[in-house]
């Protein structure tokens, strides 16, 4: 990072959904980000990861309420000393992410991230940021191979998103990178909104690409093309070389993983 760039300010999404909570039922919790890995509440392995992150100057955390976060005492202690700004998410993560983009200056790169990212390292975070910057982009979003995903990881599921030339796995990091980005964080939520109409879905995204994509003809390139031409932004993808970045913790056998995991690492 240069002298001139501003370092960015990581926003963790870690709001309590509706409904029943699996993971932290499982794992005996209030919310799902504090169940623990190697012992130590998944939310607090996130935030150490993003203080020790060369690219990362402060770091946000929306949600979950102050009621449960009084609950974990070292969480507790990080905010009201001021280490961590804590705010209250929304009902959905886009809607989250857009509030927060607007309390935050206009100069200061945002790196979003989830608080079930339980394999976050800060290798993954400095090279996520790094390229971000590197890309002249408006916002980034990061990728891993679907297949060397699956390949490091065969005893977990992922979804694959697939491109004509490649099918990558999401990895929970974006960049929102200047002002341009906010339309994008509207974007997410007019879709986020219509997800359970898939043809006014589909209508937002527009009808060509979507019809492309089914049929296994768009390119990452030219998806990405097709969202910077209909926000008027500049839209790109970093592809991790860690396969790692594409594991969170969605599920109560996500969880299971992830602890043998990292007990195998350690042993």
């Known amino acids: 990072m240069t002298e001139a760039a501003s370092p960015f ?12 909570d699996l993971v932290a039922e499982a794992a005996g919790v209030a919310c799902k980000s504090f169940a623990p890995i190697g012992g130590r509440p998944m939310v607090l392995r996130v935030l150490d990861v993003l203080a ?29 000393s001021g280490q961590v700004k804590w ?31 339980a394999l976050l390292t800060t290798q993954i975070v400095d090279y996520f940021c790094s390229e971000a910057r590197r890309m002249e982009c408006d916002v ?18 992922r979804t694959a998103i697939k491109f004509k030339d490649s099918a ?12 341009r980005a906010n339309s994008v964080a509207q974007f997410w939520r007019q879709i986020e909104q219509q997800r359970k109409r898939p043809l006014r879905m589909m209508r937002t995204l527009g009808w060509w690409p979507v019809i492309q994509y ?15 031409n209909r926000l008027g932004i500049r839209a790109g993808a ?21 602890q043998t995991l990292l007990k195998k690492r350690h042993s």
């Not at 209250?88 to 100069?107: K, R």
């Open 9 to 20: 300010t990581a926003l963790i999404l870690a709001g309590k959904r509706p409904g029943r």
């Open 52 to 80: 020790n992150a060369r690219q990362v100057g402060s770091s946000i955390l929306c949600g979950p309420s102050q009621a449960i976060i009084k609950q974990e005492s070292e969480l507790n202690a990080r905010i009201a």
């Open 87 to 117: 705010i209250a998410s929304h009902s959905t993560p886009s809607l989250s992410t857009y509030h927060a983009l607007q309390l935050l200056p206009d100069t200061t790169p945002i790196l979003v991230t989830t608080a079930d990212h």
């Open 140 to 157: 980034v979003v990061g990728l891993a191979s679907y297949e060397k995903v699956t390949s490091a990881f065969p005893e977990t599921r």
């Open 168 to 179: 990558y796995s999401g990895c929970n990091l974006f960049g929102f990178l200047n002002p």
């Open 214 to 228: 089914l049929m296994g003809r768009l390119s990452l390139e030219d998806g990405l093309q097709h969202l910077s």
């Open 238 to 258: 970093v592809i991790l070389p860690f396969p790692e970045a594409a594991v969170d913790v969605d599920t109560v056998d996500d969880w299971n993983f992830v």
